[in-house]
Protein backbone atom coordinates (compact mmCIF):
# COMPACT_ATOMS: atom_id res chain seq x y z
CA UNK A 1 0.00 0.00 0.00
CA UNK A 2 1.29 3.60 -0.93
CA UNK A 3 2.58 5.93 1.79
CA UNK A 4 2.04 9.84 1.62
CA UNK A 5 5.28 11.80 1.05
CA UNK A 6 4.70 15.74 1.73
CA UNK A 7 6.82 18.33 0.76
CA UNK A 8 7.24 21.62 2.65
CA UNK A 9 8.76 24.82 0.78
CA UNK A 10 10.63 27.25 2.28
CA UNK A 11 12.21 29.58 0.17
CA UNK A 12 13.90 31.94 2.31
CA UNK A 13 18.15 32.79 2.14
CA UNK A 14 20.41 34.37 2.96
CA UNK A 15 21.66 35.31 -0.65
CA UNK A 16 20.89 34.37 -3.89
CA UNK A 17 23.11 31.74 -5.68
CA UNK A 18 24.43 33.09 -8.92
CA UNK A 19 22.71 29.70 -11.11
CA UNK A 20 19.41 30.21 -9.08
CA UNK A 21 16.04 30.52 -10.86
CA UNK A 22 13.71 28.83 -7.96
CA UNK A 23 11.02 30.63 -6.16
CA UNK A 24 12.85 31.66 -3.38
CA UNK A 25 14.82 34.81 -1.98
CA UNK A 26 16.44 37.20 0.91
CA UNK A 27 13.25 38.08 2.97
CA UNK A 28 13.25 39.95 6.49
CA UNK A 29 13.18 37.76 9.23
CA UNK A 30 9.48 39.01 10.02
CA UNK A 31 8.47 36.87 7.48
CA UNK A 32 9.00 33.98 8.76
CA UNK A 33 6.46 33.92 11.38
CA UNK A 34 3.30 34.69 8.85
CA UNK A 35 4.88 32.65 6.39
CA UNK A 36 5.07 29.28 8.44
CA UNK A 37 0.92 30.59 9.71
CA UNK A 38 0.07 30.28 6.12
CA UNK A 39 1.31 26.68 5.93
CA UNK A 40 -0.24 25.66 8.60
CA UNK A 41 -3.69 27.07 7.40
CA UNK A 42 -3.54 24.90 4.45
CA UNK A 43 -2.18 21.66 6.30
CA UNK A 44 -5.56 21.67 8.36
CA UNK A 45 -7.65 22.00 5.45
CA UNK A 46 -5.87 19.81 3.78
CA UNK A 47 -8.38 16.52 4.58
CA UNK A 48 -11.21 18.51 3.42
CA UNK A 49 -9.94 19.53 0.16
CA UNK A 50 -9.13 15.88 -0.74
CA UNK A 51 -12.48 14.83 -0.37
CA UNK A 52 -13.95 17.64 -1.86
CA UNK A 53 -11.61 17.42 -4.99
CA UNK A 54 -12.32 13.39 -4.97
CA UNK A 55 -9.37 12.57 -4.22
CA UNK A 56 -7.43 9.48 -1.77
CA UNK A 57 -4.45 10.29 0.67
CA UNK A 58 -2.79 7.62 1.91
CA UNK A 59 -3.27 7.25 5.87
CA UNK A 60 0.55 7.00 7.00
CA UNK A 61 3.20 9.41 5.96
CA UNK A 62 6.36 8.04 5.72
CA UNK A 63 8.93 10.97 4.30
CA UNK A 64 8.68 14.46 4.91
CA UNK A 65 11.21 16.74 3.08
CA UNK A 66 11.94 20.25 3.63
CA UNK A 67 13.27 22.46 0.65
CA UNK A 68 13.92 25.70 -0.57
CA UNK A 69 15.54 28.46 -0.67
CA UNK A 70 17.21 27.44 2.78
CA UNK A 71 14.54 25.71 5.78
CA UNK A 72 17.52 25.79 8.50
CA UNK A 73 17.09 30.06 8.44
CA UNK A 74 14.30 29.09 10.54
CA UNK A 75 14.00 29.79 13.56
CA UNK A 76 13.50 26.59 16.61
CA UNK A 77 10.21 27.95 17.65
CA UNK A 78 9.01 27.89 14.40
CA UNK A 79 10.29 24.34 13.86
CA UNK A 80 8.61 23.06 16.25
CA UNK A 81 5.03 24.67 15.67
CA UNK A 82 5.44 23.54 12.04
CA UNK A 83 6.41 20.25 13.05
CA UNK A 84 3.33 20.02 16.15
CA UNK A 85 1.09 21.08 13.28
CA UNK A 86 2.05 18.40 10.48
CA UNK A 87 1.51 15.54 13.41
CA UNK A 88 -1.63 16.71 14.29
CA UNK A 89 -3.03 16.56 10.97
CA UNK A 90 -0.94 13.80 9.53
CA UNK A 91 -0.20 10.16 11.09
CA UNK A 92 3.61 10.70 10.45
CA UNK A 93 5.25 7.15 11.13
CA UNK A 94 8.26 7.17 13.79
CA UNK A 95 10.55 5.07 10.99
CA UNK A 96 9.67 8.23 8.48
CA UNK A 97 12.18 9.92 6.55
CA UNK A 98 12.46 13.39 7.45
CA UNK A 99 15.01 15.86 5.00
CA UNK A 100 15.57 19.38 5.68
CA UNK A 101 18.05 21.28 3.29
CA UNK A 102 20.41 23.47 4.85
CA UNK A 103 23.25 25.53 3.66
CA UNK A 104 26.63 25.49 5.10
CA UNK A 105 27.57 27.71 7.76
CA UNK A 106 23.84 28.62 8.12
CA UNK A 107 22.71 26.20 10.91
CA UNK A 108 22.86 27.53 14.18
CA UNK A 109 23.70 25.46 17.39
CA UNK A 110 19.94 26.07 18.67
CA UNK A 111 18.20 25.27 15.07
CA UNK A 112 19.95 21.81 14.99
CA UNK A 113 18.88 21.14 18.43
CA UNK A 114 15.49 21.70 17.47
CA UNK A 115 15.74 19.18 13.83
CA UNK A 116 17.03 16.33 16.15
CA UNK A 117 14.02 17.17 18.61
CA UNK A 118 11.87 17.24 16.06
CA UNK A 119 12.57 13.87 14.53
CA UNK A 120 14.92 15.17 11.25
CA UNK A 121 16.66 11.43 10.53
CA UNK A 122 18.48 13.43 7.30
CA UNK A 123 20.31 16.54 6.27
CA UNK A 124 20.96 17.44 2.92
CA UNK A 125 23.77 19.88 2.26
CA UNK A 126 23.67 22.66 -0.65
CA UNK A 127 27.63 22.53 -0.70
CA UNK A 128 28.14 23.11 -4.92
CA UNK A 129 31.91 23.01 -4.37
CA UNK A 130 34.25 22.23 -2.00
CA UNK A 131 36.61 24.45 -3.66
CA UNK A 132 36.44 27.75 -1.76
CA UNK A 133 36.99 30.35 -5.17
CA UNK A 134 34.44 28.27 -6.83
CA UNK A 135 31.99 28.72 -3.91
CA UNK A 136 32.72 32.16 -4.10
CA UNK A 137 32.28 32.98 -7.86
CA UNK A 138 28.69 31.12 -7.49
CA UNK A 139 27.04 33.33 -4.29
CA UNK A 140 27.85 30.33 -1.80
CA UNK A 141 28.75 32.02 1.78
CA UNK A 142 30.65 29.07 2.90
CA UNK A 143 34.09 27.31 2.91
CA UNK A 144 35.35 23.93 2.53
CA UNK A 145 36.25 24.10 6.36
CA UNK A 146 32.67 25.27 7.25
CA UNK A 147 30.89 22.82 5.26
CA UNK A 148 32.95 19.77 6.68
CA UNK A 149 32.31 21.07 10.44
CA UNK A 150 28.71 20.90 9.49
CA UNK A 151 28.77 17.76 8.28
CA UNK A 152 30.38 16.72 11.88
CA UNK A 153 28.29 18.25 13.75
CA UNK A 154 24.92 17.20 12.36
CA UNK A 155 26.50 14.00 12.84
CA UNK A 156 27.65 14.69 16.25
CA UNK A 157 24.01 15.45 16.72
CA UNK A 158 22.24 11.94 15.98
CA UNK A 159 21.54 12.87 12.82
CA UNK A 160 23.41 10.22 11.05
CA UNK A 161 22.38 10.36 7.19
CA UNK A 162 23.89 13.44 5.37
CA UNK A 163 23.56 14.12 1.48
CA UNK A 164 26.00 16.51 -0.23
CA UNK A 165 25.31 18.32 -3.36
CA UNK A 166 27.72 19.14 -6.52
CA UNK A 167 27.65 21.16 -9.64
CA UNK A 168 29.67 19.59 -12.34
CA UNK A 169 30.27 23.01 -14.57
CA UNK A 170 31.05 26.47 -12.22
CA UNK A 171 32.96 28.73 -13.33
CA UNK A 172 36.57 28.41 -13.61
CA UNK A 173 35.95 24.86 -12.83
CA UNK A 174 38.47 22.38 -14.37
CA UNK A 175 39.22 18.58 -14.07
CA UNK A 176 41.41 19.23 -11.37
CA UNK A 177 39.73 20.99 -9.00
CA UNK A 178 36.61 18.58 -9.85
CA UNK A 179 38.29 15.81 -8.75
CA UNK A 180 39.25 17.55 -5.69
CA UNK A 181 35.68 18.28 -4.87
CA UNK A 182 34.86 14.53 -5.46
CA UNK A 183 37.87 13.37 -3.44
CA UNK A 184 36.74 15.83 0.18
CA UNK A 185 32.85 14.51 -0.53
CA UNK A 186 33.76 10.64 -0.54
CA UNK A 187 36.35 11.03 2.60
CA UNK A 188 33.27 12.97 4.61
CA UNK A 189 31.72 9.63 4.79
CA UNK A 190 28.44 10.57 3.78
CA UNK A 191 25.91 8.53 2.81
CA UNK A 192 23.94 10.01 -0.29
CA UNK A 193 25.36 12.52 -2.86
CA UNK A 194 23.83 14.31 -5.48
CA UNK A 195 25.63 15.86 -8.82
CA UNK A 196 23.93 18.38 -10.74
CA UNK A 197 25.26 19.89 -14.33
CA UNK A 198 25.30 22.97 -14.44
CA UNK A 199 22.02 24.30 -16.15
CA UNK A 200 22.20 28.09 -16.80
CA UNK A 201 18.45 29.48 -16.96
CA UNK A 202 18.44 33.11 -18.45
CA UNK A 203 16.34 34.39 -15.65
CA UNK A 204 19.22 33.71 -13.18
CA UNK A 205 22.26 36.56 -12.77
CA UNK A 206 24.62 34.23 -14.53
CA UNK A 207 22.22 33.34 -17.18
CA UNK A 208 21.71 37.29 -17.47
CA UNK A 209 25.03 38.27 -17.67
CA UNK A 210 25.75 35.38 -20.52
CA UNK A 211 23.25 37.18 -23.01
CA UNK A 212 25.12 40.16 -22.61
CA UNK A 213 28.53 38.97 -22.12
CA UNK A 214 29.35 40.31 -18.85
CA UNK A 215 31.84 39.46 -15.96
CA UNK A 216 30.52 40.33 -12.79
CA UNK A 217 29.82 36.64 -12.38
CA UNK A 218 32.46 34.75 -14.50
CA UNK A 219 29.63 33.72 -17.04
CA UNK A 220 32.20 33.44 -19.74
CA UNK A 221 34.64 31.15 -17.19
CA UNK A 222 31.73 28.35 -17.55
CA UNK A 223 32.89 25.22 -19.20
CA UNK A 224 31.43 24.16 -22.17
CA UNK A 225 28.82 21.67 -22.59
CA UNK A 226 30.71 19.09 -23.64
CA UNK A 227 33.42 19.43 -20.79
CA UNK A 228 30.55 19.57 -18.13
CA UNK A 229 29.07 16.24 -19.55
CA UNK A 230 32.38 15.00 -18.94
CA UNK A 231 32.94 15.99 -15.50
CA UNK A 232 29.79 14.61 -14.78
CA UNK A 233 30.45 11.33 -16.36
CA UNK A 234 33.71 11.45 -14.13
CA UNK A 235 31.97 11.69 -10.98
CA UNK A 236 30.08 8.28 -11.75
CA UNK A 237 32.86 6.42 -11.75
CA UNK A 238 34.69 7.84 -8.73
CA UNK A 239 31.63 7.86 -6.42
CA UNK A 240 30.90 4.57 -7.64
CA UNK A 241 34.67 3.45 -6.96
CA UNK A 242 34.21 5.03 -3.23
CA UNK A 243 30.77 3.17 -2.31
CA UNK A 244 27.66 5.71 -3.30
CA UNK A 245 26.38 4.08 -6.25
CA UNK A 246 24.29 5.77 -8.72
CA UNK A 247 20.71 5.13 -8.50
CA UNK A 248 18.66 8.29 -10.67
CA UNK A 249 20.45 10.88 -13.37
CA UNK A 250 21.61 12.83 -10.22
CA UNK A 251 21.79 10.69 -7.05
CA UNK A 252 23.83 8.65 -5.40
CA UNK A 253 24.11 6.55 -2.45
CA UNK A 254 25.60 3.96 -0.18
CA UNK A 255 22.83 0.83 -0.33
CA UNK A 256 20.18 1.41 1.93
CA UNK A 257 20.38 5.13 1.94
CA UNK A 258 18.55 5.99 -0.87
CA UNK A 259 16.50 9.39 -0.57
CA UNK A 260 13.26 7.26 0.06
CA UNK A 261 11.34 10.87 -0.06
CA UNK A 262 12.62 11.61 -3.99
CA UNK A 263 11.69 7.92 -5.11
CA UNK A 264 8.10 8.78 -4.57
CA UNK A 265 8.46 11.52 -7.59
CA UNK A 266 10.16 8.72 -10.24
CA UNK A 267 7.84 5.87 -8.91
CA UNK A 268 4.69 8.01 -9.26
CA UNK A 269 3.41 7.76 -5.39
CA UNK A 270 1.56 10.33 -3.97
CA UNK A 271 2.91 13.61 -2.55
CA UNK A 272 1.39 16.41 -0.42
CA UNK A 273 3.49 19.79 -1.28
CA UNK A 274 3.01 22.73 0.94
CA UNK A 275 4.32 26.06 0.95
CA UNK A 276 5.49 28.75 -2.30
CA UNK A 277 5.58 26.75 -5.72
CA UNK A 278 5.18 23.22 -4.32
CA UNK A 279 3.54 20.30 -6.40
CA UNK A 280 1.53 17.62 -5.47
CA UNK A 281 -0.18 14.29 -6.73
CA UNK A 282 -2.22 12.20 -5.66
CA UNK A 283 -4.68 9.27 -6.80
CA UNK A 284 -8.65 9.76 -7.19
CA UNK A 285 -11.04 7.49 -5.84
CA UNK A 286 -10.94 6.26 -9.75
CA UNK A 287 -7.22 5.79 -9.84
CA UNK A 288 -6.34 8.63 -12.11
CA UNK A 289 -3.41 11.08 -11.09
CA UNK A 290 -4.26 14.40 -10.00
CA UNK A 291 -1.74 17.11 -10.31
CA UNK A 292 -2.12 20.37 -8.95
CA UNK A 293 0.49 23.09 -7.28
CA UNK A 294 0.65 26.61 -5.62
CA UNK A 295 1.31 30.09 -6.90
CA UNK A 296 5.17 31.07 -7.46
CA UNK A 297 4.86 34.24 -6.25
CA UNK A 298 5.55 35.32 -2.46
CA UNK A 299 2.93 37.63 -1.89
CA UNK A 300 0.08 35.73 -3.69
CA UNK A 301 0.62 33.02 -1.79
CA UNK A 302 0.51 34.63 1.21
CA UNK A 303 -2.86 36.17 0.60
CA UNK A 304 -4.19 33.67 -1.83
CA UNK A 305 -6.51 30.09 -1.15
CA UNK A 306 -3.24 27.65 -1.22
CA UNK A 307 -3.75 25.05 -3.87
CA UNK A 308 -5.02 25.95 -7.62
CA UNK A 309 -7.44 23.20 -8.53
CA UNK A 310 -6.80 20.07 -9.59
CA UNK A 311 -5.71 18.67 -13.03
CA UNK A 312 -7.16 15.13 -13.73
CA UNK A 313 -4.28 13.17 -15.68
CA UNK A 314 -5.32 11.65 -19.01
CA UNK A 315 -3.66 7.78 -19.53
CA UNK A 316 -1.54 9.06 -22.48
CA UNK A 317 -0.49 11.65 -19.99
CA UNK A 318 -0.04 9.01 -17.57
CA UNK A 319 1.43 6.76 -19.59
CA UNK A 320 4.41 9.75 -20.75
CA UNK A 321 5.11 10.24 -17.01
CA UNK A 322 5.92 6.42 -16.08
CA UNK A 323 8.07 6.54 -19.17
CA UNK A 324 10.11 10.09 -18.83
CA UNK A 325 10.04 9.55 -14.81
CA UNK A 326 10.71 6.06 -14.65
CA UNK A 327 13.76 6.09 -17.04
CA UNK A 328 15.04 8.86 -14.73
CA UNK A 329 16.14 5.93 -11.77
CA UNK A 330 18.71 3.33 -13.26
CA UNK A 331 16.82 0.60 -12.53
CA UNK A 332 14.56 1.55 -15.48
CA UNK A 333 11.32 0.68 -16.17
CA UNK A 334 9.25 -2.73 -16.37
CA UNK A 335 7.38 -3.58 -19.16
CA UNK A 336 5.80 -5.98 -17.26
CA UNK A 337 4.07 -3.18 -14.72
CA UNK A 338 3.21 -1.15 -17.63
CA UNK A 339 1.29 -4.02 -19.38
CA UNK A 340 -0.44 -4.52 -15.82
CA UNK A 341 -0.95 -0.48 -15.65
CA UNK A 342 -2.20 0.16 -18.98
CA UNK A 343 -2.73 -2.55 -21.56
CA UNK A 344 -0.43 -5.10 -23.43
CA UNK A 345 -1.54 -3.29 -26.50
CA UNK A 346 -0.42 -0.09 -25.01
CA UNK A 347 2.92 -1.15 -24.53
CA UNK A 348 3.31 -3.13 -28.06
CA UNK A 349 3.02 0.81 -29.50
CA UNK A 350 5.77 1.75 -27.79
CA UNK A 351 8.52 -1.30 -29.04
CA UNK A 352 9.36 0.51 -32.38
CA UNK A 353 10.52 3.48 -30.58
CA UNK A 354 12.68 1.22 -27.90
CA UNK A 355 14.13 -0.60 -30.20
CA UNK A 356 15.64 2.18 -31.92
CA UNK A 357 16.76 4.02 -28.93
CA UNK A 358 18.35 0.56 -27.96
CA UNK A 359 19.89 0.77 -31.56
CA UNK A 360 21.28 4.45 -30.77
CA UNK A 361 22.60 2.95 -27.92
CA UNK A 362 20.71 5.22 -25.40
CA UNK A 363 18.57 2.24 -23.99
CA UNK A 364 18.58 -1.55 -23.10
CA UNK A 365 16.86 -4.33 -21.58
CA UNK A 366 18.19 -5.31 -18.28
CA UNK A 367 16.65 -8.49 -16.34
CA UNK A 368 14.81 -9.71 -19.59
CA UNK A 369 11.64 -6.72 -19.35
CA UNK A 370 13.16 -4.11 -17.66
CA UNK A 371 14.28 -0.91 -20.21
CA UNK A 372 17.03 1.72 -18.68
CA UNK A 373 19.34 4.19 -19.53
CA UNK A 374 22.76 3.53 -20.77
CA UNK A 375 25.33 5.55 -19.68
CA UNK A 376 24.93 7.86 -22.61
CA UNK A 377 21.55 7.56 -22.67
CA UNK A 378 21.68 10.04 -19.30
CA UNK A 379 23.68 12.60 -21.02
CA UNK A 380 20.98 12.62 -23.70
CA UNK A 381 18.00 11.80 -21.23
CA UNK A 382 15.76 14.97 -22.40
CA UNK A 383 16.24 13.69 -26.32
CA UNK A 384 15.06 9.96 -24.78
CA UNK A 385 12.29 11.37 -23.21
CA UNK A 386 10.53 13.85 -26.36
CA UNK A 387 10.64 10.47 -28.14
CA UNK A 388 8.17 8.64 -25.78
CA UNK A 389 6.38 11.95 -25.64
CA UNK A 390 5.67 11.46 -29.08
CA UNK A 391 4.15 8.42 -28.86
CA UNK A 392 0.39 7.82 -29.88
CA UNK A 393 -2.75 8.47 -27.77
CA UNK A 394 -3.34 5.39 -24.82
CA UNK A 395 -6.37 4.16 -25.56
Request: charge should be negative; glycine fraction near 10%; proline fraction near 4%.
Amino acid sequence: MDMLGIYLSVPFCRSKCTFCNFASGVFPAEYHDRYIARMEEDLGVTRKRARQWGAVLPQAVDSIYLGGGTPSLLSPALFRRLFTSLRREFAVLPTAEITVECAPGQLEPAVLEALAECGVTRVSFGVQSFVDSEARAIGRLHTRAVALEDIRRVQAAGINDVSVDLIAGVPAQTVESWYESLGVLADSGVDHASIYMLEVDDESRLGRELLVNGGRYRAQEVPADDEVADLYTEAIAFLAGHGLAQYEISNFARSGSESRHNLKYWRRQPYLGFGLDAHSMVRAHAGAALRFGTTDDFDAYLEGPGWGEPRRLDREEEMEEAWFLGLRLNEGVSLGSLRKEFSASVVREFLSTIGELEGDGLIAFVDGDRVALTARGRLLSNDVFGRFLAEPAVA
